[in-house]
């Protein structure tokens, strides 16, 4: 099996390269969700594993391009993050596997056997809080745009209305429309708000 490990934490990236390369080969390792998405254009590989949480892209974000691109590597997700509602948008993009690091040891393994065999791995600790948020009627969710998404998380990194037009190539008025059409999307008043948004959703790294 061919594996990519996209993960931010130098320390915590080491370790578990050493736990993949036990069952598979190890062909890339990256930080951040867009060296991620590049890696897996070039080198195609069977399984993803990434953190949610990264600069630049999201692991959430990186995996819906990859998918929208047609991609047919598998994507586990390996996060500190414990909310169900991140958990269940992961799933719903089209995640594989999706577990937490704190169990890493001892999921890690069983997870990529289970993607490998076109079974989805969920991590007992938050299964049953998935189960229940997926079976339930969500109204707070809510699907953003690609650009709405690349502006909150631009927003959450503390950035400027001026600073994000540059990035992204677009006016200040149409960052300022974008940041509104959030405000009413996600049901917020602040931009203090959104950055929680961001957070909680791992569109920012912790």
Known sequence: MRVILADDHAM?????????????D??????DGRQLVESARRLKPDIIISDVSMPVMSGLDALRQLKAEGSQARFIFLTMHTEAQLATEAMRAGASGYL?????GEELFEAIR???????????HIAG?????????NQGERQLT?????????????KRMKEIAADLNISVRT???HKSQLL????VKSTADLVKFAMKHGLVSD
Do not use: C
Not at 26 to 31: M, S
Not at 129 to 137: E, F, N, P, Q
Not at 184 to 187: E, K, T
């Open 184 to 187: 009413v999307a996600l049901g």
């Open 100 to 104: 937490l690091k704190a169990a890493a």
């Open 12 to 24: 915590v990236a080491e370790g578990l390269g050493r736990l993949i390369s036990e069952v598979a």
């Open 175 to 177: 960052v300022e429309d």
């Open 129 to 137: 809080d998935v189960l229940r948020t997926i079976s339930g009627a």
């Open 114 to 124: 289970a993607a490998m065999a076109g079974r989805v791995f969920l991590s007992p």
């Open 146 to 158: 690609s650009r709405q998404r690349e502006v909150l998380q631009l927003i959450a990194q503390g």
């Open 26 to 31: 190890l062909i890339g390792q990256v930080a």
